[in-house]
């Protein structure tokens, strides 16, 4: 296949990437800064802001850098080659630990929605958890549909 033909998809990856950059650079600190001053007596708070916003980041990019790796193999001819499956395996379970990780931190969104009457923190955090659940299920079922073609395709090599 042309490499060009992914091209578009690869640059869209690593567009993708740039802003949660700048969020985790910018933006997470100053709202780790406002929980802790909306709940003075709630020493820990800010780091559990860090901890849930910067430890779903890592899961993030090996995410992207899995989905990277997939469209290489695509322009290589590997697409129908284990190295696929384990890489959509990845993403899947990046996306499980994404949704895990917010859902643990639900309870910091309903704290800064409640103090600052702003419930749009707390639909924001269910639907970062709802986006990676459905990227999970998605990975899960091409996951499958690649595993069984490459059953198919290693059935149809040994018919003569």
């Known amino acids: 296949m042309k490499q060009g033909t992914t091209l578009f998809l690869k640059l869209t990856i690593i ?6 950059i700048g969020l985790c650079i910018f933006v997470v600190p100053n709202i780790a800064d406002y929980t802790s001053d909306l709940y003075p007596n709630i020493s820990y708070i800010k780091y559990f802001v860090f901890l849930i916003m910067y430890g779903a980041a890592i ?75 459905v990227i999970a299920v998605f990975a899960a079922v091409l996951q499958q549909l690649l595993y069984n073609a490459i059953a198919i395709k290693a059935e149809n090599d040994l018919t003569v």
């Open 15 to 20: 567009l993708i990437g740039l802003p949660v």
């Open 59 to 133: 899961p993030y990019y090996i995410a992207l850098y899995q989905a990277f790796k997939l469209l290489n193999y695509i322009d290589k001819a590997k697409a129908f080659s284990d190295l696929s499956v384990s890489a959509l395996k990845r993403i899947k379970f990046c996306a499980i630990a994404i949704s895990i990780l917010y859902v643990v931190g639900m309870p910091v969104f309903y704290l800064i929605g409640e103090r600052d009457d702003a419930p749009g923190v707390i639909l924001l955090g269910m639907v970062i958890v709802f986006a990676s659940m």
